[in-house]
């Protein structure tokens, strides 16, 4: 059992190279139970870490959640990637933290950026978005320079996604 304890120690880190197992099979693992985020390889999340924007959520030295994001820089776009949260740790702000800490940090890094957020019908944060500052955006109104560079908008609006954005 995970915990019923709410004052249970959870620690928010940057992401290093020695979390990149635990990390892919979490968000595998959502993947597959929920949808409510996609599969990715390690070559990505490599690229989240080496940009200092990959946080976790450590509980007795396990990865109970992460958050990560991309960096789109011909259009001065960043995107919120991969929010996951146990399910056995959910409901106790932990998800929250993680956001906090990565938006600082895209704040501090790439202030008066855009910040993108895709959000299907599965997922579970847009509370969280919107707490943050994030607003239902329509794919109409994205800049056509993040549109090209993303080259996914079309899959993304075909499949139902909500599209939040932001200035950081
Ligand atoms: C989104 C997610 C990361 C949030 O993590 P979290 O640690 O539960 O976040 P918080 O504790 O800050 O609470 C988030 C919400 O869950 C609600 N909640 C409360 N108890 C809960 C529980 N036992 N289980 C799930 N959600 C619960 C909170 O009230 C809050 O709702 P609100 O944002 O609508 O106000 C987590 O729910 C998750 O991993 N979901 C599946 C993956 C997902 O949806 N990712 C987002 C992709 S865009």
């Known amino acids: 059992m995970a915990m019923q304890d709410s004052s249970v120690k959870v620690t928010i880190k940057l992401a290093g190279t020695a979390n990149v197992g635990q990390i ?3 968000i595998a693992g959502e993947a597959k139970a929920s949808g409510a985020v996609t599969r990715i390889g390690k070559a990505e999340l490599d690229k989240w870490i080496s940009n200092g924007l990959s946080y976790v959520a450590i509980h007795d030295g396990q990865v109970i959640g992460h958050e990560g994001a991309n960096v789109w820089p011909q259009s001065r776009f ?4 991969s929010a996951v949260v146990n399910k056995e740790y959910r409901g106790r702000g932990i998800g929250e933290k993680l956001n906090g800490r990565l938006m600082l940090k895209l704040h501090s890094k790439y202030g008066g950026w855009h910040a993108i957020a895709f959000v ?4 579970r944060s847009r509370g969280m978005l919107e707490r943050a500052g994030f607003a239902a955006t329509p794919a109409g109104a994205l800049p056509e320079s993040y549109v090209r560079e993303n080259g996914n908008i079309d899959y993304i609006v075909r499949h139902g996604y909500t599209i939040f954005t932001m200035i950081v």
Do not use: C, I, P
């Open 78 to 81: 960043v995107e919120l990637r």
């Open 120 to 123: 299907n019908s599965a997922a």
């Open 24 to 26: 892919l099979k979490l």
